[in-house]
């Protein structure tokens, strides 16, 4: 569950990260996590998404043990960011395989360090583009969470909820019409038809 | 990589975002995406990539594909221990223990009437409502008819065009008569584009009168309060803002209006292009403001002077920005965004104040950087703030 008070007032999240407040990490791991692993499958070029997962798990728990507080959201964010990328790196390094696409990746990272640059951005684009599904109304997002986020069907969705089978798709379908012009109209129509 | 690289690659992000999404961009934001995608090739592929639909429903496909509910679990298992969280959980409900003392006394105390059984979560919700919150998107519009709307809270802006919209394009209602008035509470802000393409950015405790469409040869609206302007260029049909006391004509810029009824002055400051300033009853003698100027209206005379532009407008980008600014004028400001009164106790026409605030912060936060200056103490008592010297 995202909190909305944590959506929009990153102050308030950032201080009660300070604080050790369990709600507040909590967030910023849901948050975070499919954004990291998508970033960290890509710098890996591997469609391996369980050493993805591992690896972002230790920036987590890195994120966990650090004390000292961030200034703003966005030296959060770098932290979360270059902490992955070291993370991939050293697996890299350590795997000491030295096949050539390895070598192409430690090449392209060496030479231009604007190409993981362009990685987090690519990340950040998706997941400002479905941040859109935070401002759905209630009902309607929690419908889509179950959807996306949770793989669950119709009928495990209207048990969930307690609504009609045919309920939850009138939700579903008015997700999708709500998210219409706010996750771009081809984006969205696969993202929500292919579940 | 640089923090510097970072905040730029993050600003730019959004701009990808909003093109994305088919927002406009101001000419500021094209120029500065173009600037951007024209460093390198590299760059511009990326950009170019992103606008093929494609492949970002791919990308969001494969960034949906971790399955991060059942990874929390886990990692609250491996790294959050019960026996680790009990340790510092001790300290956590010890000093959640006094906290809740001290609150339980503070609303015995206010609300003597309401002793009546609460449970912990109650106490804690009494005291967080009772407290002034920040603004957030709040606003009516009303016809020249009589006819309101609320309008909602999940979205920050609307669209005056041929029918009332969201910006996402939800219709809310038929244009209904000539002239419409976008109104914000104190503690609301609202945007609202005008037929005409101008941007409008209301700010809290205001008005914005403008006609439905744009027939005549002058493209003219009322102001009271503050707002923002990102007017659209035409040349043929000039843009007037008028308030309480003054006449402004544009042909296409960017400017702030400040002309709450509670400031002495009626502030002009000018962003982007050229505009004419005048007061409302004095055709003689109007002031062309060059950008970065600032024109001050008080009792009927124009002074223009150069000024912090961020400053003055701030408040756009959700901040607080003083820069030696008198006590009075700061109170008022957070009057009007937390909707609170202010009850001022001696003389404190001295204390001046230098320093930014969100003003998303919780009123807490903004009374405690206010004290750092160590020269005034302020208390909050329900929805009044009482400000004395120490």
């Known amino acids: 569950m995202h909190n909305t008070t944590y959506h929009t007032d990153e102050e308030t999240l950032l201080n009660h990260l300070a604080s050790g407040r369990h709600t507040a990490f909590e967030y910023i791991y849901k948050e975070f996590q499919p954004a990291l692993v998508f970033f960290a499958g890509n710098l890996l070029k591997s469609d391996d998404i369980m050493l993805a997962e591992e690896l972002v798990q230790d920036s987590f728990l890195k994120l966990y043990q650090r004390h000292d507080n961030f200034k703003t959201f966005n030296s959060l964010k770098a932290f979360l960011y270059i902490c992955t990328r070291n993370a991939c790196y050293n697996h890299l390094e350590q795997q000491k395989v030295r096949q050539r696409h390895m070598q192409d990746y430690v090449y392209e990272y060496i030479d231009t360090q604007q190409s993981i640059i362009l990685e987090m951005m690519h990340t950040e684009t998706v997941r400002e583009l479905l941040q859109a599904i935070n401002t759905l109304p209630p009902q309607c997002k929690a419908v889509v969470d179950l959807l996306i986020h949770e793989d669950k069907s119709y009928a495990e969705i209207s048990e969930i909820l307690g609504v009609t089978v045919s309920t939850v798709k009138n939700q579903r379908a008015r997700a999708i019409s709500l998210l219409k012009g706010k996750i771009s109209g081809v984006g969205i129509a696969l993202l929500l038809l292919s579940i | 990589m640089e923090k510097q690289e970072f905040e730029n690659s993050y600003y730019i992000t959004g701009l990808i975002r909003k093109k994305i999404q088919k927002q406009s961009l101001s000419p500021q934001e094209e120029a500065e995406l173009d600037t951007w995608r024209k460093q390198n090739a590299q760059n511009n592929a990326f950009y170019e990539k992103m606008q093929d639909e494609l492949y970002l429903a791919q990308s969001v496909n494969r960034y949906l594909a971790t399955n991060t509910e059942q990874r929390w679990e886990e990692f609250q298992i491996q790294h959050m221990q019960p026996k680790r969280r009990d340790l510092s959980f001790q300290w956590i409900s010890v000093a959640a223990a006094i906290l809740l003392v001290i609150g339980i006394s503070f609303v015995i105390y206010f609300y003597q009437q309401a002793l009546l059984p609460l449970s912990d979560t109650t106490v804690q919700s009494v005291i967080k409502d009772s407290l002034p919150q920040p603004g957030g998107n709040r606003a009516t519009l ?6 309101s709307i609320a309008l909602s809270e999940g979205h920050d802006g609307i669209i005056a065009g041929e029918h009332l919209a969201y910006e996402d394009g939800s219709v809310l209602s038929q244009v209904k008569t000539d002239y419409a008035t976008l109104v914000t509470p104190k503690g609301g802000e609202y945007r609202i584009t005008l037929p005409d393409g101008t941007q409008v950015w209301v700010n809290a405790a205001s008005s914005l009168t403008y006609p439905t469409r744009f027939d005549g040869d002058e493209r003219k609206v009322k102001l009271s309060g503050e707002a923002y302007f990102q ?84 408040w756009r980008q959700g901040k607080f920005v003083f820069n030696s600014t008198d006590i009075y004028t700061v109170m008022r400001q957070i009057a009007r965004w937390y909707d609170t009164d202010i009850v001022y106790q001696g003389d404190l026409s001295n204390v001046l104040f230098s320093g930014s605030v969100s003003r998303f912060s919780d009123i807490e936060s903004v009374v405690k950087s206010l004290e750092l200056t160590r020269e005034i103490k302020l208390t909050i008592e329900g929805r009044r703030i009482i400000v004395r010297k120490r």
């Open chain 2, 231 to 314: 007017v659209a260029h035409n040349k043929e049909k000039p843009f007037i803002v008028e308030t309480d006391h003054q006449r402004l004509k544009v042909l296409g810029t960017v400017f702030n209006v400040n002309a709450y009824a509670d400031e002495k002055q009626t502030s002009t400051t000018l962003l982007e292009g050229k505009v004419a300033v005048r007061a409302l009853d004095d055709q003689d003698n109007s002031i062309v403001l060059r950008p970065g100027e600032q024109s001050q209206l008080v009792g009927g005379k124009l002074h223009v002077s150069p000024i912090d532009v961020q400053e003055a407008v701030a």
């Open chain 2, 142 to 147: 009303t016809w020249s008819d009589g006819n």
